[in-house]
């Protein structure tokens, strides 16, 4: 990631409410899916127009909820309230119906892990070319 | 990988940055391959596995199999090094 990169992300950063979570300075993640819920909305925003304030926005909103109704025993997770500001705004644009979303999401629990794991992959998963001088 | 791997190699940021950037993890195996080098990464499956063929030093013609065995290290057998050259040539 070129600093250039890095900072216009961290200039997102700055307008979202509550501290995202870090690790010596760095955005910091549990899981793989808190990595790509925080990817697609970085990259939603700087390629198709998503709306960065409607999105803090709804992040907001969906912190209050939580805090309204989450029990002092209730776990916090940023990415829990990230995700449904998330999924909000995908829908409220029209990016993708609760339909769609209910469908894939139902899609991707009743397949096993490793579906496709017997097929044998012969063609590489990545490529590093060499440097042509 | 022959028996247990390690923990590390399978753990997702190892895979994701062996994938991402294959020169950077192979340099820090000791493995510094030339820009004029293309690297290729694959994933295994159930279904299909890989053996790794040490890549035969210069100056190795007419050695017997079990002069090139001692060249063989273990790093080059998990492609992570060269096999040793042989000495004095």
Same mark, same amino acid.
């Given at each position: 990631?070129?600093?250039?990169?890095?900072?216009?992300?961290?200039?997102?950063?700055?307008?979202?409410?509550?501290?995202?979570?870090?690790?010596?300075?760095?955005?910091?993640?549990?899981?793989?899916?808190?990595?790509?819920?925080?990817?697609?909305?970085?990259?939603?925003?700087?390629?198709?127009?998503?709306?960065?304030?409607?999105?803090?926005?709804?992040?907001?909103?969906?912190?209050?909820?939580?805090?309204?109704?989450?029990?002092?025993?209730?776990?916090?997770?940023?990415?829990?309230?990230?995700?449904?500001?998330?999924?909000?705004?995908?829908?409220?644009?029209?990016?993708?119906?609760?339909?769609?979303?209910?469908?894939?999401?139902?899609?991707?629990?009743?397949?096993?892990?490793?579906?496709?794991?017997?097929?044998?992959?012969?063609?590489?998963?990545?490529?590093?070319?060499?440097?042509?001088? | 990988?022959?028996?247990?791997?390690?923990?590390?190699?399978?753990?997702?940021?190892?895979?994701?940055?062996?994938?991402?950037?294959?020169?950077?993890?192979?340099?820090?195996?000791?493995l510094d391959?030339p820009? #004029?080098? %293309?690297? &290729?990464? $694959?994933?295994? #499956?159930? %279904?299909? &596995?890989? $053996?790794?063929l040490p890549q035969r030093p210069e100056g190795t013609e007419g050695m017997s199999e079990s002069e090139l065995a001692e060249l063989v290290t273990?790093d080059s057998?998990?492609?992570?090094g060269q096999p040793r050259r042989p000495e004095g040539r």
């Open positions: 990631v070129s600093a250039v990169e890095r900072a216009r992300v961290e200039e997102l950063l700055a307008r979202l409410p509550r501290e995202i979570p870090r690790h010596e300075g760095d955005v910091a993640f549990d899981t793989a899916w808190e990595i790509r819920a925080f990817a697609l909305a970085v990259a939603l925003h700087e390629r198709n127009g998503f709306d960065w304030a409607g999105f803090q926005r709804e992040l907001i909103a969906a912190i209050e909820r939580w805090e309204d109704s989450a029990g002092s025993d209730a776990s916090w997770r940023y990415y829990d309230r990230w995700l449904e500001a998330l999924e909000r705004v995908v829908i409220s644009r029209d990016l993708l119906t609760g339909e769609e979303l209910d469908g894939r999401t139902h899609e991707v629990l009743t397949t096993p892990r490793d579906a496709e794991h017997q097929h044998a992959h012969l063609e590489p998963v990545a490529v590093v070319p060499a440097a042509t001088r | 990988v022959l028996g247990l791997p390690p923990n590390w190699y399978k753990y997702p940021a190892y895979r994701a940055r062996a994938v991402r950037e294959p020169r950077a993890v192979l340099k820090e195996f000791g391959l820009e #004029s080098v %293309e690297i &290729r990464v $694959w994933d295994s #499956s159930a %279904e299909l &596995r890989y $053996w790794v273990r057998m998990i492609g992570v």
